[in-house]
Nanobody, 115 residues
Framework: QVQFVESGGGLVQPGGSLSLSCVAS????????MGWYRQAPGKERELVAH????????DYADSTKGRFTISRDNAKNTVYLQMNSLQPEDTAVYYC????????WGQGTQVTVSS
């Protein structure tokens, strides 16, 4: 079955960096555009970055543009999110998923930005 296993979250001070990874299985990863999403307490889940099937095209939410970088390794069925200049408003649970269709969600990885 479809599975997403996110990792790399943690507690970081404002201005710090984290690198997230997500290993996907149960579908043809190399043929799926992928996205990183996040959900902060009391808020709806939002798309923060997405990447095309071969990694040629990427796009970002305005709030993350210039600070986050999404990438992928199709040989490893893995999508990455490099997050720099983190701010308290980036605190959320981060998830990966395919873009179309969006599949069953994994457990996510908690990112907390606090001094």
């Amino acid at each position: 079955q479809v599975q997403f296993v996110e990792s790399g979250g943690g507690l970081v001070q404002p201005g710090g960096s984290l690198s997230l990874s997500c290993v996907a299985s149960g579908f043809t990863f190399s043929m799926s555009a992928m996205g990183w999403y996040r959900q902060a307490p009391g808020k709806e889940r939002e798309l923060v970055a997405h990447i095309s099937t071969r990694g040629i095209s990427t796009d970002y939410a305005d709030s993350t543009k210039g600070r986050f970088t999404i990438s992928r390794d199709n040989a490893k069925n893995t999508v990455y999110l490099q997050m720099n200049s983190l701010q308290p408003e980036d605190t959320a649970v981060y998830y990966c998923n395919s873009r179309f269709p969006v599949r069953t969600w994994g457990q996510g990885t908690q990112v907390t930005v606090s001094s």
